[in-house]
């Protein structure tokens, strides 16, 4: 090799020299875009994606108060159900066929409203026969009036005749035997009128039965028969006769009866201030009573019976609920359970530097709103749910779940509900 190849391989090449710093330059560009990504991401602002960003999607909750403050603490707590002491199901008097029907599930009735009209043509058929026998002893009546007269007047002449030794004694005393003879006539046949009278009223009655009324007034829970079926005041078998029209509920008179152990009965006393809690609806206590306690132990599961009424008529109260009962201690509501009436989701409620907040949103319409952050004070948990004592307002809508990770003060969200 001469000496110019060997000085050639010696020779720097500066146009490879400025290409090794191209990868430098772009390991910065992608540190400041990275940068700039992570600064947007800190402080929830889209900087990357642009303003138009899709809002957060946020299930929402209303705010409501419970019914009532509840005096004391609970001493005893215990399980039950709803009952209705006054609860029927309206049969017929007599075996008919169901004609008409007039009611439904869930309508409200009246005492002595009409549900259900039977056959009747055969009842009616027998008043009218009653009602024409009763005419008939009536016309009686008159004939045998007519005869008395008659009988009276030869009675007259036939003792005018015999003070004028005229007639015998003997035709003296049969005119006077055919008048009394028709005077008890007379008093068996309005005996008659009296019995036809009552044996049409209680025809009338009959016809009358075939018109079902209702007994009291309440709610109708169940329809047992339709137009064209066979009732029975008494189960005819086979399950071709119905034994009912409906069954009536009084729901003013629903309370709750509970099986309290025997070991915890002494801590229970007439009049005793209780609160009942709905399975169906945990978040609304109910103010109730203690109305009196079932002197009977049940020896199968040494328990005993209590009778409890509830303060006010509350809708949502339904037969065969199930309830959950706490005993309370006698006394007047201190001021804290006075005002602690807000009950929501533990969820609901986070913790931020000692503070308790919630998220208030504001709805825009549209399935749309926003979010602030505010600062409440919780009492004391009941199950699932956390008293709000303040900060809060009954109307208000929070946002189920306060722990949302994306969710800043101010920021708009879609209300899922």
């Known amino acids: ?25 772009w390991l910065v560009a992608i540190a400041v875009v990275g940068g ?31 019914s009532a403050a509840t005096p004391g603490g609970s001493v005893l707590d215990a399980t039950g159900y709803v009952v209705a002491r006054r609860q029927a199901t309206v049969s017929a008097k007599t075996t008919g066929k169901v004609m008409e029907v007039l009611i439904e599930e869930g309508m409200t009735v009246e005492e002595g409203q009409l549900l259900a009209v039977l056959d009747a043509s055969i009842p009616e058929a027998r008043l009218a026969l009653f009602e024409s026998q009763l005419a008939s002893a009536r016309a009686l009546v008159d004939e045998i009036g007519v005869d008395i007269r008659q009988a009276a007047l030869d009675y007259s002449r036939t003792k005018d005749l015999a003070e004028r ?48 009324r209702a007994p009291f007034g309440g709610v109708v829970i169940a329809k047992a028969a339709q137009p064209g079926e066979m009732i029975s005041p008494i189960s005819a078998g086979g399950g071709f006769t119905r034994t009912g029209i409906c069954t009536i509920v009084d729901m003013d008179s629903l309370e709750v009866e509970v099986d309290v152990n025997e070991a915890y009965i002494n801590r229970v006393y ?102 602030a952050r505010r600062t409440v004070v919780v009492g004391r948990s009941e199950g699932s749910r956390i008293q709000v004592t303040a900060g809060l307002s009954d109307g208000e809508r ?7 990770p994306t969710l800043r003060d101010g920021d708009e969200i879609n209300l899922i509900n």
């Open 1 to 25: 090799m001469d000496k110019k190849a060997l000085l050639n391989e010696l020779k720097i090449d500066r146009d490879d020299a400025s290409g090794g710093r191209k990868p430098l330059k």
């Open 36 to 66: 700039i990504a992570f600064v947007g991401w800190a402080f929830g602002r889209p900087y990357l994606a642009g303003t138009d960003a899709a809002a957060a999607e946020v299930r929402t909750l209303l705010v409501r108060t419970s």
């Open 165 to 212: 030794d005229l007639a015998s004694q003997a035709e003296l005393d049969r005119a006077r035997l055919v008048l009394q003879g028709l005077q008890a006539r007379l008093k068996r046949t309005e005996r008659d009128i009296e019995v036809a009278g009552r044996s049409l009223a209680v025809q009338r009655r009959e016809v009358d039965d075939m018109q079902i």
């Open 270 to 371: 007439p009049d005793q201030p209780v609160t009942v809690t709905l399975n169906a609806y945990p978040d609304f206590p109910i103010p109730a009573a203690v109305i009196a306690t079932i002197p009977a132990a049940d020896r199968n599961k040494a328990t005993v019976r209590v009778r409890i009424a509830f303060r006010d008529r509350d809708p949502r109260v339904l037969p065969d609920m199930g309830v959950r009962v706490a005993f309370l201690e006698e006394g007047e509501p201190t001021e804290e359970r006075a005002t602690a009436k807000i009950l929501v989701p533990r969820a609901a409620v986070a913790s931020a530097e000692g503070a308790r907040y919630v998220w208030v949103v504001s709805d825009l319409g549209d399935g749309r709103g926003t979010v």
């Open 398 to 404: 929070i946002v189920a779940a306060a722990l949302e």
